[in-house]
């Protein structure tokens, strides 16, 4: 939830009991939810949340050179995030 809010994204983070139930349920529920309010952000805002989430995965779980490896498929680095 952090990294999704630091990205700037605002959504309902209510959930039913039957939502609640478990890690799956949670993020069958919450998926939808970041998805659409991505979608609604203006171009520039979508680049911005992007590279938001990519530093704050690649920080919080050591995953910077699988990050580098999946962006170099599209010419860039973590270096040029941020």
Known sequence: ???VK???L????????EEGK???TRKRAYLPRIE????VLPNDEKLVACWIVA???ASRYYVGDQLN????HIGWN?????
């Open 1 to 3: 939830m952090r990294i």
């Open 6 to 8: 630091r990205a700037g």
């Open 10 to 17: 605002s959504l309902d983070w209510s959930l039913t009991v």
């Open 22 to 24: 478990n890690d799956r």
């Open 36 to 39: 659409a309010a991505y979608a």
């Open 55 to 57: 530093n704050e995965v």
């Open 69 to 72: 490896s999946a962006l170099a």
């Open 78 to 82: 973590s270096s040029q995030i941020g």
